[in-house]
């Protein structure tokens, strides 16, 4: 079975900074994939960033960056030079499998505002 | 076409009635799924669709009930809903194959009473 574990419910930053989300995982399987995804009050979650667990290099997209610990089995979220549309919740989740079909395992979910 | 679209975005319904929630995607993913979220928590997976065939149903009560009519389109049929049933109802899609990622609508915020 897989688990994603966020362990920060909230976090409060100045905008401008740099925010870290931690995300650490659990699986057995030697191939897998890890997700970041945002949720604004307006509901739609929005994809973000991938890492697949044989993927050398951490993933970038724009402002954020994935650190890939394979080791620690953490993939935590980067966001440089945070603003103020960043406050949203944010979700860790990985690939599954349940039945033949692909599903996504999520964590619990952190929180962000951005003070300006 | 990137997008999945999701209509209505707001349902109010009482506990009697029979409505429909739709779902569409152009982006030729055959795999698709509702999710339910209450506030502060992550999406929980209810059903979903691999080619057009439901593949698993999350032991969600009879009274949600799916039908995927094609590959782009998805529905939901609501029926004798309760109060605990209102949620955000997200729809998502995804290549059958590949890293998997989701893509998701913005979802029907359904209040029921």
């Known amino acids: 079975a897989q688990k994603i574990t966020q362990t920060q419910p909230g976090m409060f930053v100045q905008e401008k900074e740099a925010v870290t989300l931690d995300c650490t995982y659990d699986?057995?399987?030697?191939?897998?994939?890890l997700f970041w995804y945002k949720q604004p009050s307006s509901g739609e979650m929005i994809f973000l960033i991938y890492q697949g667990s044989y993927d050398e290099q951490n993933a970038t997209e724009g402002r954020y960056s994935l650190n890939f610990q394979k080791a620690r089995k953490s993939a935590n979220l980067v966001i440089s030079a945070s603003q103020l549309g960043d406050s949203a919740m944010y979700f860790c989740a990985m690939r599954g499998r349940i039945q033949g079909a692909q599903k996504l395992v999520f964590g619990q979910g952190t929180r962000l505002t951005i003070n300006p | 076409d990137t997008e999945v679209t999701q209509t209505p975005k707001h349902l109010v319904m009482g506990m009697t009635n029979k409505k429909s929630l739709k779902c569409e995607q152009h982006m030729g993913h055959r795999a698709m799924y509702w999710y339910k979220q209450k506030a502060k928590k992550p999406p929980e997976l209810m059903f979903v669709y691999s080619y057009e065939k439901l593949s698993i149903n999350e032991s969600v009560p009879s009274r949600f009930s799916p039908e995927c009519p094609n590959s782009s389109l998805l529905n939901l049929h609501l029926h004798a809903l309760q109060p605990e049933d209102s949620a955000l109802y997200l729809c998502a899609s995804t290549l059958h194959r590949g890293r998997g990622e989701q893509f998701f609508g913005p979802g029907t915020r359904l209040t029921v009473l």
């Open positions: 699986t057995s399987d030697q191939s897998y994939g």
